[in-house]
């Protein structure tokens, strides 16, 4: 077994990812260990992290500030001068508690630090718990545009606590819903329909519901983890939702929309190409457009808003010699990538998609 695919294996959950943590801990002994968080999660997950680490060892807590909106370089910069002046070495050990924006940007820091230093994920968001922390994928964005500088480089371990999750708004919990309904999509038509069905999530059903998605993921990323096939699947309703993401962000007039909220409406959009490209089933177009509805509404694109946003995708991270490519569905459960997508029926869909 290679070392992906062994860290593919190292996702632990609740009181075992604990003792997994200590005594990893205890046989690595880190010169000493540097606990990325934000203000969010320094506030409200920080000291119930540190009560559950037994081992005596030295460690100093590195702050940024919560947002994609600090995703980006200079953030970094921050993080590496701190770790500089904190004295850290190649034996230190970066653990990540917070979200998607503190997992990747600490994964992409500790991978870059004298060359490369060990890091932990604990995810404490459900978007980052069945996707961020999962899969190696580590970086930050440039400028509006998502996830243009980074590494793959797999942690030494993800721990799961699904009780930090008690810690989010309602928001933010369908945030990451968007992600674990994507997994149903690409992969799993029961799973998909167990998903969609859930007015409200439930907290006793969370930790079988994220096993199973990070099962999917971690199942498709184990096959291909560079992204050169199969793991590319995983993109469904990102190609239009990270520009949507991308160009709400950085337009102050428009509402800012979390991750999953633009990948929401980027799953419509999508599954309306499907209809058209693929001849993906109409009637579950229909069915998947009412449950999306349900759960995130409908946000409100003007002409021109469309033109930006399809300006945007050419710098989609799947594109090759300058063709974007998109995730589209034959079913639920059969996706194909590397579709060309005619720019007319990118207006159709959004056309669908306004007017549903």
Same mark, same amino acid.
């Given at each position: 077994?290679?070392?992906?695919? !062994? %860290?593919?294996? %190292?996702?632990?959950? !609740?009181?075992? /990812?604990?003792? &997994?943590?200590?005594?990893?801990? &205890?046989?690595?002994?880190? %010169?000493?260990?540097?606990?990325?968080?934000?203000?969010?999660?320094?506030?409200?997950?920080?000291?119930?992290?540190?009560? &559950?680490?037994?081992?005596?060892?030295?460690?100093?807590?590195?702050?940024?500030? !919560? /947002?994609e909106e600090f995703k980006h370089l200079q953030t970094c910069e921050g993080v590496w001068n701190a770790l500089s002046e904190l004295e850290a070495d190649r034996k230190s050990l970066v653990i990540n508690l917070g979200g998607g924006v503190v997992t990747d940007l600490g994964g992409f820091v500790a991978s870059t630090f004298k060359r490369g230093i060990k890091f932990i994920n604990i995810p404490t968001t459900l978007l980052s718990m069945v996707d961020a922390s999962v899969g190696g994928k580590t970086g930050v964005d440039l400028g509006n545009l998502k996830n243009q500088i980074g590494v793959i480089n797999q942690p030494e371990m993800v721990l799961i606590d699904a009780t930090y999750l008690t810690t989010l708004s309602s928001q933010e919990m369908r945030s990451g819903l968007a992600e674990i309904l994507k997994h149903g999509l690409i992969a799993d038509e029961s799973y998909w329909k167990k998903v969609s069905n859930l007015k409200e999530l439930d907290y006793s059903d969370l930790d079988k519901i994220i096993e199973e998605s990070v099962s999917i993921k971690g199942a498709i990323v184990d096959k291909d983890p560079f992204e050169q096939n199969l793991r590319k699947t995983l993109n469904y309703g990102h190609t239009l939702g990270h520009a949507i993401e991308s160009y709400c962000l950085t337009h102050p007039e428009k509402k800012k929309l979390l991750h999953g909220e633009a990948i929401a409406a980027g799953m419509i959009l999508e599954t309306y190409l499907s209809v058209q490209l693929k001849d993906f089933p109409n009637e579950k177009l229909q069915q998947i457009t009412e449950v999306i509805k349900s759960m995130y509404g409908i946000e409100e694109f003007s002409n021109d808003d469309i033109k930006q946003i399809k300006e945007l995708m050419k710098f989609d991270k799947k594109n090759e010699r300058g063709n974007i490519n998109f995730v589209l569905l034959e079913d639920i459960g059969k996706p194909v990538y590397d579709v060309l997508v005619p720019d007319e029926l990118i207006q159709k869909a959004f056309d669908f998609y306004l007017n549903y």
């Open positions: 077994m290679n070392d992906l695919q !062994a %860290s593919l294996n %190292s996702v632990f959950y !609740a009181e075992n /990812g604990y003792y &997994k943590l200590n005594d990893f801990l &205890k046989k690595y002994d880190p %010169s000493r260990v540097f606990i990325l968080v934000d203000n969010n999660t320094h506030e409200h997950c920080l000291s119930k992290f540190l009560q &559950k680490i037994k081992n005596e060892i030295q460690t100093e807590v590195i702050e940024i500030e !919560a /947002g």
